[in-house]
């Protein structure tokens, strides 16, 4: 699975999730730290803390089930758009380093914003 397929803004290879938060309703918001030398827009003194914001997830309980059984501070090996998404249908898949495990999420709405770098 390639990772910095169109669609996501930033290449998650090898992003840490920090926070996982469910809700108000079916949303998911996590938040990250993507590593420089995967990504310029850092000034090179730590990790670019990101939130990725999903909404309006049709298959929430899925996603709620797998996230879970996380462990903290999981390791991304791919976040990414897949070819067949639509802009109020987001197919986006998570493959995390460790596990292999993978989760898609079924979103209305994806948002990245990123805060700057950890120093």
């Known amino acids: 699975m390639r990772c910095n397929e169109e669609g996501m803004e930033l290449d998650y290879y090898g992003a840490v999730i920090r926070s996982v938060q469910f809700g108000p ?3 998911l918001t996590l938040q990250f ?3 420089p030398k995967h990504n ?3 000034d090179g003194t730590g990790a670019l803390q990101v939130t990725v914001r999903f909404g309006g997830i049709s298959n929430y309980e899925e996603v709620l089930r797998a996230f879970k059984g996380l462990n903290a501070n999981e390791s991304l090996h ?3 758009d897949d070819p ?3 802009p109020t249908r987001r197919l986006v898949d998570l493959e995390f380093d460790r596990t292999e495990q993978r989760i898609r999420i079924i979103a209305r709405h994806v948002q990245e914003q990123a805060h700057g ?3």
Do not use: N
């Open 84 to 86: 067949a998404s639509k």
């Open 33 to 35: 730290d993507v590593w």
């Open 40 to 42: 310029s827009a850092t």
């Open 78 to 80: 791919c976040l990414k």
């Open 117 to 119: 770098s950890k120093g």
């Open 25 to 27: 309703r079916h949303e």
